[in-house]
């Protein structure tokens, strides 16, 4: 059996990165910044006007995925404005630095490669950007719009259900297992220590998405659920 150390809004938030370094992410979508010394989480949310209950969910939420069909969100105590936020951000990570990095290095990666070998991966690749671009577009432009909508007491767009929203959200996991497919199987060409990096940053940057996925899956979904149905009342 694991042993899980669940965190409080007394653990300081110094203990909490040092032991999990990946919720680095977190803090940085959230707009905490470092050099939080020996506070605690809650001191370190309520400077900088973060929900204290929303930062330990999305931190539990992170930590141990094999839990989370168990965690049922409340948005009586989650900050419902904060997770749109927090989406936003994670948008703007994705489609301006995590993915045109990965962009960049593959084309260095690819530069002693036969012609026909890089239009094809780096066409692949366009492919699969665009493809997420689109779809955290829609969410941009539609559905968070929409949600922001019933935070404000309306009933958003009339024509539009969250449930739209589950029929639109279209996975894009596949496209990416396609794309390292594409590499374990297919490229005969001699790999690099520079391509081999690119491969794991394909990997890290898969299980980000799937992340964020659950995250609008599993917390965003289920509270504007929630929502739909108090202000129909």
Request: net charge negative; with cysteine; glycine share 4%.
């Amino acid at each position: 059996m694991t042993n899980r150390r669940y965190y409080t809004a007394h653990s300081r938030m110094a203990d909490l990165l040092s032991e999990h370094y990946n919720i680095f992410s977190l803090i940085s979508r959230l707009g905490i910044p470092l050099g939080m010394g020996d506070h605690t989480i809650r001191e370190v949310c309520e400077a900088n006007h973060v929900d204290t209950d929303t930062f330990m969910y999305l931190v539990h939420f992170d930590l141990y995925p094999d839990l989370r069909e168990t965690l049922t969100p409340d948005p009586g105590t989650i900050d419902v404005a904060q997770i749109i936020s927090f989406l936003r951000t994670s948008h703007r990570y994705f489609l301006e630095v995590r993915l045109p990095d990965i962009g960049e290095a593959l084309k260095v990666a690819l530069e002693g490669a036969p012609h026909d070998i890089r239009v094809v991966v780096q066409r692949y690749f366009a492919d699969y950007c665009k493809e997420v671009r689109n779809h955290m577009h829609y969410e941009d432009e539609v559905v968070f719009p929409y949600a922001e909508g019933l935070l404000r007491g309306g009933e958003g767009k009339r024509d539009y259900s969250i449930i739209n929203f589950e029929k639109h959200h279209d996975q894009v996991e596949l496209k990416m297992h396609e794309l390292k497919s594409l590499f374990l199987k297919y490229y005969t060409w001699e790999a690099n220590l520079k391509l081999y990096n690119v491969l794991h940053d394909l990997y890290a940057c898969g299980e980000e998405l799937l992340n964020h996925n659950d995250i609008e899956n599993q917390i965003f979904i289920p509270c504007i659920k929630a929502l739909e149905k108090s202000s129909s009342r």
